[in-house]
């Protein structure tokens, strides 16, 4: 890092969560790699949580290896994308490299990559050659290829939270919960240009995940989450009003049977349970299309202050302005 007291190229984010390697040799890793972009930058670790071991790691490197590394430490743990969030307001660079607390990439790989995001908001890693067994394979392929299927967008390893973009994308999409697995997904929605490169693997990258089913179950309802962010945010009525007009038929159809049974066939209506699912899946279908319908009404209220689009460029505005000025 350069000797100045400007404000920094680069600000280099590393959440600090459950998992994690070795944080001294992961550090001077880190610090090295970037060093050697020869751009002035800072190294943030954003403890998530009271982590005094990982406190002594890092004040051991600072002390030992004179590297003026900034540790944020966080009164409880609140999440990674809320670490980030906090990581995002202490970093003074506009160009903001996020990286895990754990061996994904190789660090050498970092100067050439850093190279490559200038011409793009966020930047994303693939890691390249991908070790691990089949099963983890087929269950990575599926889950990229689900979310393709309902954002549009295609990527292949958002796993890998190497990730170089610039500061103005965090500061208007705000991640909250689990939303930093998804940030490219995101930040292409929200129409800043991303790239996804390929980079090698570190050679300590050898974690192996072993999902429980709870976690399945979370990663459905993120992608549930996604679908609904992506696609019905600004058109909650196209969501909710296709799901209760969907119930609501069925409902409807089911009533529809119990009565004619009632009036042509001479069927009782006494001791029919189809009677109540029917009659509870109309009510659940006008239900949810209310729903929808206020959705519609709260977007049309705040209509004035959301913005759905996002400028490029602007070509010719000082020409315009100078001849609209001489007329």
């Known amino acids: 890092m350069k000797d100045d007291h400007s404000t920094p190229q680069l600000s280099a984010l590393v959440v600090v969560g459950d998992r994690k390697d070795d944080l001294r040799l992961l550090a001077r890793d880190y610090w090295n790699a970037i060093n050697a972009t020869e751009k002035t930058f800072e190294l943030i670790f954003i403890l998530d949580g009271p982590q005094d071991a990982a406190v002594s790691e890092l004040e051991e490197v600072r002390s030992a290896n004179n590297l003026p590394l900034k540790i944020v430490q966080l009164s409880r743990s609140f999440g990674d994308a809320t670490a980030l969030m906090c990581g995002i307001d202490q970093a003074l660079a506009e160009t903001i490299v996020t990286l895990p607390a754990y061996y994904q990439v190789d660090p050498q790989e970092l100067p050439a990559l850093i190279r490559q995001s200038t011409e793009h908001d966020v930047l994303i890693v693939r890691r390249e050659p991908r070790r691990g067994g089949k099963f983890e394979r087929f269950r990575r392929v599926i889950f990229h290829r689900i979310l393709e299927s309902i954002t549009g967008y295609r990527f292949n390893d958002l796993g890998c939270y190497v990730r170089i973009l610039n500061k103005k994308v965090l500061m208007e999409l705000r991640l909250y919960g689990d939303q930093h697995r998804f ?60 799901v209760g007009s969907l119930i609501g038929i069925a409902g409807g159809l089911i009533l529809g049977v119990i009565v004619f049974e009632r009036l042509f066939l001479g069927q009782p209506l006494a001791d029919r349970p189809a009677l109540l699912l029917s009659s509870l899946l109309v009510v659940l279908g006008l239900q949810l299309f209310s729903l929808g319908l206020l959705g519609e009404l709260i977007i049309f209220t705040h209509a004035r202050s959301l913005k759905e689009y996002k400028i490029a460029e602007i070509i010719g505005a000082d020409e315009s302005t100078e001849r609209n000025e001489s007329l």
């Open 183 to 242: 940030l490219p997904i995101l930040a292409r929605n929200a129409g800043f240009t991303t790239i996804e490169v390929d980079a090698k693997q570190s050679d300590r990258d050898d974690f192996r995940s072993r999902y429980r089913m709870r976690e399945y179950l979370h990663r459905l309802l993120d992608i549930f989450t996604i679908l609904f962010l992506v696609r019905f945010t600004k058109k909650p009525l196209r969501f909710f009003g296709m």
